[in-house]
Antibody, heavy 121, light 107 residues
Framework: QLQLVQSGAEVKMPGASVKVSCQAS????????IHWVRQAPGQGLEWMGI????????IYAQKFQGRVTVTRDTSTSTIYMELSSLKSEDTAVYYC??????????????WGQGTLVTVSS | DIQMTQSPSTLSASVGDRVTITCRAS??????LAWYQQKPGKAPKLLIY???SLESGVPSRFSASGSGTEFTLTISSLQPDDFATYYC?????????FGQGTKVEIK
C-alpha cells in the first residue's frame, strides 16, 4: 500500500549534522514531489523545502539555505534530508510529505510518520 | 514571506456544535489554501485543498470557503473525533507557510 516511511529518531550534539530518510512505496516515485516540514515540540508546522524526484531539483526556504540539503535515490525510491550545523532550536519532528506533480490543485495527501531529531549536549 | 494568521488560537466547543475557524493571509493567495487536522503524536491529515475542495474520505461535515486573503473552515456538527488542532497552509508561493494552529477543545 502507499507509504512514506521515515528513518528513526536521532539524538545529535550541537554543531553536528543529521540525515533523515523518507522511503516511498505504493506509487510511482517520480510522479510526486516530496516536501519536508518540521514541527518543534508544542509548536506549529514549518515548511523547509521540496525536491523533484525526477530531476533532483530543489527549492529551500530561505531560513534553511546553506544548512539543508535534500537528495534522492531513485533506485530505492528514497528521499534524504540533511540538516547541518544543528542548534538546540532544530529539535523537532521532521516530516516528509508528497504532492502530485501534475494535479497541482491538491497538496500533501500522504505524510511520513515523522522523525524526532533531538539536539542536545 | 506570506504570513498566515488563524483565529481563534483555542476554541472550546461541545459535541454537535457548529465550529468555524478563520485564516487570513498577509497578501492574496487566490485559492491556494489547504486545511489540515492534527492529533497529538500524529502527522497532519489533509482535509481541504484549493480553499474549498474536500479531500477524498473526509466527512462532509467539514467544509471550507474563501479566496484572496480570507478563508474559513467549518465543522457543521462537531464529533468526538474532531477534537484536534487545525492548521491552514498557503501554497501560492514559496516559502509555503502555515497558520499557527487552532486547538479545538472539549467544552
Amino acid at each position: 500500500q502507499l507509504q512514506l516511511v521515515q528513518s528513526g529518531a536521532e539524538v545529535k550534539m550541537p554543531g553536528a549534522s543529521v540525515k533523515v530518510s523518507c522511503q516511498a512505496s505504493g506509487y510511482t516515485f517520480t510522479n510526486y514531489y516530496i516536501h519536508w516540514v518540521r514541527q518543534a515540540p508544542g509548536q506549529g508546522l514549518e515548511w523547509m523545502g521540496i525536491i523533484n524526484p525526477s530531476s533532483g531539483g530543489t527549492i529551500y526556504a530561505q531560513k534553511f539555505q546553506g544548512r539543508v540539503t535534500v537528495t534522492r535515490d531513485t533506485s530505492t525510491s528514497t528521499i534524504y534530508m540533511e540538516l547541518s550545523s544543528l542548534k538546540s532550536e532544530d529539535t523537532a519532528v521532521y516530516y516528509c510529505a508528497r504532492r502530485d506533480v501534475v494535479v497541482t490543485a491538491t497538496i500533501f495527501d500522504y505524510w511520513g510518520q515523522g522523525t524526532l531529531v533531538t539536539v542536545s549536549s | 514571506d506570506i504570513q498566515m494568521t488563524q483565529s481563534p488560537s483555542t476554541l472550546s466547543a461541545s459535541v454537535g456544535d457548529r465550529v468555524t475557524i478563520t485564516c487570513r493571509a498577509s497578501q492574496s493567495i487566490s485559492s491556494w489554501l489547504a486545511w489540515y487536522q492534527q492529533k497529538p503524536g500524529k502527522a497532519p491529515k489533509l482535509l481541504i485543498y484549493k480553499a474549498s475542495s474536500l479531500e477524498s474520505g473526509v466527512p462532509s461535515r467539514f467544509s471550507a470557503s474563501g479566496s484572496g486573503t480570507e478563508f474559513t473552515l467549518t465543522i457543521s456538527s462537531l464529533q468526538p473525533d474532531d477534537f484536534a488542532t487545525y492548521y491552514c497552509q498557503q501554497y501560492n508561493g514559496y516559502p509555503w507557510t502555515f497558520g499557527q494552529g487552532t486547538k479545538v477543545e472539549i467544552k
